[in-house]
T-cell receptor, first 114, second 111 residues
Framework: DSGVTQTPKHLITATGQRVTLRCSPRSGDLSVYWYQQSLDQGLQFLIQYYNGEERAKGNILERFSAQQFPDLHSELNLSSLELGDSALYFC?????????????FGPGTRLTVT | QKEVEQDPGPLSVPEGAIVSLNCTYSNSAFQYFMWYRQYSRKGPELLMYTYSSGNKEDGRFTAQVDKSSKYISLFIRDSQPSDSATYLCAMSPYNTDKLIFGTGTRLQVFP
């Protein structure tokens, strides 16, 4: 158990809908990262937040957005969903301070868009 | 060409074998290198992390980095059926936390 929690585990929704995925980082970690894993693209970095502020952006679609709250949990919002958005979405966290750099992943949310 | 190349396998070995998993990369700015293990439908689990050339050992696992050749390896000694999983290499430049992953190598260790 990495200490990173994600809810829900599974999500099934229809095209055009909007969903919110939630992540709680490990205790004490300030950075949260979101990744998408699909069969054809592998693990792709989407976005990073550090202590409430956006720090880095990857291949994140404009239909997707994220935020990190004062208690450091993060939410990833996916809107106008398309079939191609079906994937595993992972959250990771790291301390991002001192010498600790490793990213620890949560169990993921499996999104199915029908 | 992808920034990180990894042989997808599958790699099938008998229990007790030494396994060698490899990744090559093209971006000379990569400074941090990690290996993750991912069981089916689970989150990636960090196995090894290194930021310099050379070897790093942890139990049955040894990570090797050769920056001059842009090549990293993970060796698993005395492999066990419980090692059967997909192994992902990941790397990052010095000035960003963004991890670039390889596509993963599927390993199967049979009794």
């Amino acid at each position: 158990d990495s200490g990173v929690t994600q809810t829900p585990k599974h999500l099934i929704t229809a095209t055009g809908q909007r969903v919110t995925l939630r992540c709680s980082p490990r205790s004490g970690d300030l950075s949260v990262y979101w990744y998408q894993q699909s069969l054809d693209q592998g693990l792709q970095f989407l976005i990073q937040y550090y202590n409430g502020e956006e720090r880095a952006k990857g291949n994140i679609l404009e239909r997707f957005s994220a935020q990190q709250f004062p208690d450091l949990h993060s939410e990833l919002n996916l809107s106008s969903l398309e079939l191609g958005d079906s994937a595993l979405y992972f959250c990771a966290s790291s301390a991002r301070g001192g010498e600790t750099y490793e990213q620890y992943f949560g169990p993921g949310t499996r999104l199915t868009v029908t | 060409q992808k920034e990180v190349e990894q042989d997808p396998g599958p790699l099938s070995v008998p229990e007790g074998a030494i396994v060698s998993l490899n990744c090559t990369y093209s971006n000379s700015a990569f400074q941090y290198f990690m290996w993750y293990r991912q069981y089916s439908r689970k989150g990636p689990e960090l196995l090894m992390y290194t930021y310099s050339s050379g070897n790093k050992e942890d139990g049955r696992f040894t990570a090797q980095v050769d920056k001059s050749s842009k090549y990293i390896s993970l060796f698993i000694r005395d492999s066990q059926p419980s090692d059967s999983a997909t192994y992902l290499c990941a790397m990052s430049p010095y000035n960003t936390d963004k991890l670039i992953f390889g596509t993963g190598t599927r390993l199967q260790v049979f009794p």
